[in-house]
Structure formats: structure tokens, C-alpha cells
């Protein structure tokens, strides 16, 4: 099943191209709802996949793009912006629509793929003791900022990027996902921070990985 939905915000403005793939049968947030965290984390000019699957496909993904073989929770593929015609020259800036250097060309929206395994999530928010759709909510935002360029190699980028989940995640009504059943400060994957990794996508470029 896919939903895809390019729609205007309550002011009228333009939002986020967010496309729901559906794989799986498992219970899962609505896919309007899942468009909402998205878009909470994107900017408006994004083109962006949301795919939910079962632990086979995310096994297979994570084997072929991480030479990991169990399934993970998540993994994001970062495509880059798209170059457009028509720039009045400046520097480049990604995904955002401002020209290229040269006036060539403008760079176009941002682009990218997020899979995310739903047995696996929902083992998770049980063990951790977080209602189902606040951890999509989480791994959904968090999958969005590494294709924005966030990162979390250091202790600086660990805090600013949880600093900016915390600011979105509250803005959609959920609680500190970091605190929230003693997970502060944890960092083993599949049990604090999202394991976000490289996912494909079908008749795209070679993509970014965003680690």
C-alpha cells in the first residue's frame, strides 16, 4: 500500500512531499500521522519515503547496505538535492531552492528514504515502556534530521542533535524520548539512539549515506 501526499499547511503554505509505503501487517501509526512527524522535522521543499516493513526486508536491507544480518529499527538513504534549471548564481545550499554558483542551476528539494522495521519498533517501545506512536514519532524524527546533515559522531552534534529532537518531538506532544524510561545517556543500538543507517531506493541515484 502507498499513500503519497503533497499538501498545504494550515496557513496555506506549501509542505513536504511525504510518500507512506505500507509492507507490513503489523499495527502502525496512520499514515497521515506519519506524514505529521515527518514534515514537523522537514523543510517545505522535501521529497521523502517513509517505508514500514517487516524484519525480513530490514534484515535483507541491513545485510546488504551495513553487512549487519539481523533486522534494525531503522536506516535512512539520503539521495541529495536535486539540481533545477534557472539559478541566479551564490553558493550552493542543500535543499533548500537557492541558486548554484554560476547561475546555472538551483538546487531542488531535499530527497531521501526512511525504512523503518515495525516488529522491531514495537519491540522497543515495549521494553522501554513508550507507547508505540511516540517512538515512531522519535525514530521518525530522528531518521529526518540525518538527512537534513545532523549527526551524533561527537558529544557536541549528540547534543545538539537531541537538542532539536527534544524541540520537535514536544511540539508534536510527546515527552523527552531520551528520558523516558531511564533511556538518558544510553547509546546501544536498538535501545537509545536510533541505529540510522543507508536504506535504498528504487530508480534513484547513488545516494549519501548519512551516519
Known amino acids: 500500500m502507498r499513500t503519497n501526499v503533497c499538501a498545504n499547511d494550515a496557513r496555506g503554505r506549501p509542505s513536504a512531499a511525504v510518500t507512506v509505503q505500507l509492507a507490513t501487517r503489523a499495527r502502525v501509526p496512520s ?6 512527524y515527518a514534515r514537523a522535522a522537514l523543510p517545505a521543499r522535501a521529497e521523502v519515503t517513509l517505508r ?8 535483507a536491507l541491513n545485510r546488504t547496505y551495513r553487512g549487519r544480518d539481523y533486522a534494525t529499527n531503522v536506516l535512512a538513504f539520503d539521495y541529495g538535492p536535486e539540481p533545477l534549471r534557472g539559478g541566479t548564481g551564490g553558493p550552493p545550499r542543500g535543499g533548500t531552492g537557492e541558486p548554484l554558483r554560476g547561475g546555472i542551476s538551483v538546487i531542488g528539494p531535499l530527497r531521501g528514504d526512511i525504512t523503518l522495521c515495525a516488529p522491531v519498533l514495537a519491540r522497543e517501545a515495549r521494553e522501554q515502556g513508550k507507547p508505540l506512536e511516540a517512538h515512531y514519532a522519535h525514530l521518525t524524527v530522528h531518521a529526518v534530521l540525518h538527512l537534513r546533515g545532523y549527526r551524533h559522531r561527537t558529544g557536541v552534534e549528540a547534543r545538539r542533535m537531541e537538542a532539536r529532537e527534544r ?8 515527552p523527552d524520548p531520551y528520558r523516558a524510561a531511564g533511556q538518558a545517556g544510553r547509546r546501544a543500538e536498538g535501545r537509545g539512539r536510533p541505529a540510522v543507517r543507508p536504506a535504498p531506493g528504487a530508480g534513484r541515484s547513488a545516494p549519501r549515506a548519512r551516519r
Open 167 to 174: 524541540a520537535i518531538l514536544r511540539g508534536l506532544g510527546y
Open 31 to 36: 499514515a497521515a500521522r506519519l506524514r505529521r
Open 52 to 59: 514500514l516493513v517487516g524484519e525480513r526486508e530490514a534484515r
